[in-house]
Nanobody, 116 residues
Framework: QVQLVESGGGLVQAGGSLGLSCAAS????????MAWFRQAPGKAREFVAT????????SYSDSVKGRFTISRDKAKNTLYLQMNSLKPEDTAVYYC?????????WGQGTQVTVSS
């Protein structure tokens, strides 16, 4: 069984930065792509960024491209999201995700609040 635990969320002013982490346990995830999603109040969960198993390929939603950076440390079995130039519309609960076979695994989420 895979467990994902996000951390690093908090309250930040617009224009500021935050770094999120997602620590995985229960299984080594080094062979799987991983992703970040977010969900704002009253809205559906949306894709933020993804990274390939080798870290050679990354992809971002248009809304965060150029501001957010996804990375991973295989040795630590940890996924990261560095968020810069934050905007109030980035306020959401952020979740990390990994799909293994037909199963999707999610963490409990970490709240990011950006004040204007």
């Amino acid at each position: 069984q895979v467990q994902l635990v996000e951390s690093g969320g908090g309250l930040v002013q617009a224009g500021g930065s935050l770094g999120l982490s997602c620590a995985a346990s229960g299984r080594t995830l080094s062979l799987y792509p991983m992703a970040w999603f977010r969900q704002a109040p009253g809205k559906a969960r949306e894709f933020v960024a993804t990274i390939s198993w080798s870290s050679s390929s990354t992809s971002y939603s248009d809304s965060v491209k150029g501001r957010f950076t996804i990375s991973r440390d295989k040795a630590k079995n940890t996924l990261y999201l560095q968020m810069n130039s934050l905007k109030p519309e980035d306020t959401a609960v952020y979740y990390c995700n990994v799909r293994i076979g037909l199963s999707d695994y999610w963490g409990q989420g970490t709240q990011v609040t950006v004040s204007s």
